[in-house]
């Protein structure tokens, strides 16, 4: 037994504090590892990069190991989801452009579960809020609103609406788990909203789910006929396993079951759901709309906006056309007249759905050959340096070639290809 102050227990005490201060340093040295840009990582950064690094890696033709060319394999995914919607336009399916969505999300105790870093909560959030700026993107003139599940209750966080920004706010204040999910309250809540639409807007829910289970107050079977009956289309995305209500829920509506195997395959599935689904035939009633395209107030016009019902200057809203009244934000339904308010804007871009881009056809470009060799649309050369071909684009049509992220922008943003329109330009 040594003692601190004794001879042998000193050396050994000082022997230990060295011991301990070399340990240290070099902890102190792992933990400063630079990123590529020099910024130093902190030690949960370092584990989280370093997580499933075995995904990164693929075979080469030799068989050894090389990292994945990421802006290829985004591209290849992206290509796969263009070859689906453009075969779904070949055969003229009928698609509702004007979508009345919910959006559940799982606020139960097995949305804190860590299997997704930081947790599956935190993800959810983050994908729907990219999710609900895409949709609005793809669908100018729907709307969405959200409803939370936990403590066994379903609460409407937001009242349906045509503006991402306060449904994004409403999102993040309201991020706590706790208690059970029920699945059947949910519905009830949202079957009550969704069945006073109009017959020509489209129902739908998205169900973001993170439990195994559903605690319910009674028999989740007639719910399921009842959002059946009313022909509320209801998808599922689960983040744990799949779950036999959840496929039979899906399957009954007509909607889609899908559980995520990551953070990434998450993400993707919810986009999926983002361009307008195709419209099943006892759903889709042909119906004239009255729609009304207000203009701004003028500047020294001062009201009550009917939305808020807050005092606001001419400049800061729109009047509609039939009753004169002020609204924040388009579109929108009047509180005052139920005339439907959109802006001329966002009627156009509601037409790329029915009249897509046709999908560009896949080219190699070979040294020595006339034409192609710079993108129509960025300028950029088509041949790289270290290689005799280089794989591009090339609209059948006007037959211009484009690079691989003018391609992405041209189908998923500009809807438009630019050597057709100019032709199209110069005929006129």
Sequence with gaps: MYGVGGGGGGFNASSTASGRRRNQEEDEEDDEEETGDGRVLEAWERAYADDRSWEALQEDESGLLRPIDTKNLVHSQYRRRLLLRSAAAAVRIQKGLIRYLYIVIDLSRAASEMDYRPSRMAVVAKCAEAFIREFFDQNPLSHVGLVTIKDGISHRLTDIGGSPESQIKALMGKLECSGDSSLQNALELIHGYLNQIPSYGHKEVLILYSALNTCDPGDVMETVEKCKKSKIRCSVIGLA????????????????????????????????????????????????????????????????????????????????????????????????????????????????????????????????????????????????????????????????????????????????????????????
Excluded: W
């Design 241 to 428: 396993a799949e779950i036999f209500i959840c496929k039979h829920l899906c399957e009954e509506t007509g909607g889609s079951y899908t559980v995520a195997l990551d953070e990434s395959h998450f993400k993707e599935l919810l986009l999926e759901h983002a361009p307008p689904p195709p419209a099943i035939a006892e759903y889709a009633a042909a119906n004239l709309i009255k729609m009304g395209f207000p203009q701004r107030g003028a500047e020294d016009l001062i009201s009550i906006c009917s939305c808020h019902k807050k005092i606001k200057s001419g400049a800061e809203g729109y009047i509609c056309p039939r009753c004169k009244v002020n609204v924040c934000e388009l579109p929108t339904e009047c509180r005052t007249c139920g005339l439907t308010l959109v802006s001329s804007p966002h009627l156009a871009r509601s037409y790329h759905h029915l009249f897509p881009v046709a999908p560009f056809d896949e080219v190699t470009f070979k040294l020595g050959q006339k034409g192609g060799q710079n993108c129509y649309g960025c300028q950029q050369s088509l041949i790289n340096s270290d290689s005799q071909s280089n794989l591009h684009v090339r609209c059948p049509k006007c037959n211009q070639h484009f690079c691989f992220d003018c391609d992405i922008y041209i189908h998923e943003s500009l809807h438009n290809c630019p050597g057709c329109e100019s032709q199209r330009s110069f005929s006129s």
